[in-house]
T-cell receptor, first 112, second 112 residues
């Protein structure tokens, strides 16, 4: 039972345009959400997070939106750059459980 | 500042052999985790240790054991390796609940 789902395995975007990566979850107890970026042969690195008390969090070119009623979050990258080409994972946890569940990842390719 | 260090980086095992993957963090984090990454499956939680002295099963614990040796070190043991355990293994540490993880570089394990 996949509690965190990323239904798009891959996405291609032109440089300078917006990249939108989506993530759905099924567990209503999840209250903290994170996005990670992963380059080949490296470990994932933290990108941005959002708590369930918010519906938006921004950090530079990266914005995460949370729609709790739809159990959906998205990551917007504006403007997209070739260096953003990587695999992006969303992750979720419920406070106090210490379990962080990851999605299957979306491979983003930004075309120059 | 090394962060999270995993050893070895690569390993080839024969079916039935045993081995231990080592992980150490120097950030004084309480929680440590082992994940495996497989194509199309994302990052799946094997075991985690919320704090020194405790360990708990994740999503895919079968065939693995763990030891939280001290606050810094968290090892993953395969007692009798199987080809299904061919994967890339990542160790991560978290300061606490609702914080981001720091990942190691990964161990690429092949079981033949």
């Amino acid at each position: 039972d996949q509690q965190v789902k990323q239904n798009s395995p891959s996405l291609s975007v032109q440089e300078g345009r917006i990249s939108i990566l989506n993530c759905d979850y099924t567990n209503s107890m999840f209250d903290y959400f994170l996005w990670y970026k992963k380059y080949p042969a490296e470990g994932p690195t933290f990108l941005i997070s959002i708590s369930s008390i918010k519906d938006k969090n921004e950090d530079g070119r990266f914005t995460v939106f949370l729609n709790k009623s739809a159990k959906h979050l998205s990551l917007h990258i504006v403007p997209s750059q070739p260096g953003d080409s990587a695999v992006y994972f969303c992750a979720a946890s419920a406070y106090g459980t210490y379990k962080y569940i990851f999605g299957t990842g979306t491979r983003l390719k930004v075309l120059a | 500042n090394a962060g999270v260090t995993q050893t070895p980086k690569f390993q080839v095992l024969k079916t039935g052999q045993s081995m231990t993957l080592q992980c150490a963090q120097d950030m004084n984090h309480n929680s440590m985790y082992w994940y495996r990454q497989d194509p199309g499956m994302g990052l799946r939680l094997i075991y985690y240790s919320a704090s020194e002295g405790t360990t708990d099963k994740g999503e895919v614990p079968n065939g693995y054991n763990v030891s939280r040796l001290n606050k810094r070190e968290f090892s993953l043991r395969l007692e009798s390796a199987a080809p299904s355990q061919t994967s890339v293994y990542f160790c991560a540490s978290y300061r606490g609940s609702d914080t981001e993880a720091f990942f190691g570089q990964g161990t690429r394990l092949t079981v033949v």
